[in-house]
């Protein structure tokens, strides 16, 4: 089993910056890719960075501009740089994790379609997610 910890989220003004992070914890040894998702009221959770552990990103296309995905994988922690925060990026923000092929094949095919990923919490696994709140 694999725990994932996010923070940094909070209440930016529109134009802002964030950093969030994901610790992860248990078993991480097996962990091949992280990334970040994100749900708004009303609407489906979207992927939209991932990274893996060969340093290979992959993006949802409308927010590769402003969204910098990055890790320190001595420290089982996966980073999420926004920039120029828009009222659309109000969302809570959730960290992914996949140990298997299969699971990180799935979780990148989601964040590059921006899609809502696979269901379940045993591979990949899922944090609790954490509040991002953006206003003009």
């Known amino acids: 089993q694999v725990h994932l910890v996010e923070s940094g989220g909070g209440s930016v003004l529109a134009g802002g910056s964030l950093r969030l992070s994901c610790t992860a914890s248990?078993?991480?040894?097996?962990?091949?890719?992280m990334g970040w998702f994100r749900q708004a009221p009303g609407k489906q959770r979207e992927g939209v960075a991932i990274i893996h552990n060969g340093g290979a990103t992959w993006y949802y296309d409308p927010v590769k501009d402003r969204f910098t995905v990055s890790q320190d994988t001595a420290k089982h922690m996966v980073l999420l740089q926004i920039s120029d925060l828009d009222v659309a990026d109000t969302a809570m923000y959730y960290c992914?994790?996949?140990?298997?092929?299969?699971?990180?094949?799935?979780?990148?095919?989601?964040?590059?379609?921006?899609?809502?990923?696979?269901?379940?919490?045993?591979?990949?696994?899922w944090g609790q997610g954490t509040q991002v709140t953006v206003s003009s």
């Open positions: 248990g078993y991480t040894a097996c962990l091949g890719c």
């Open positions: 992914a994790a996949g140990c298997h092929q299969d699971a990180c094949a799935d979780l990148t095919r989601a964040v590059a379609g921006g899609t809502r990923g696979p269901v379940g919490d045993d591979d990949p696994y």
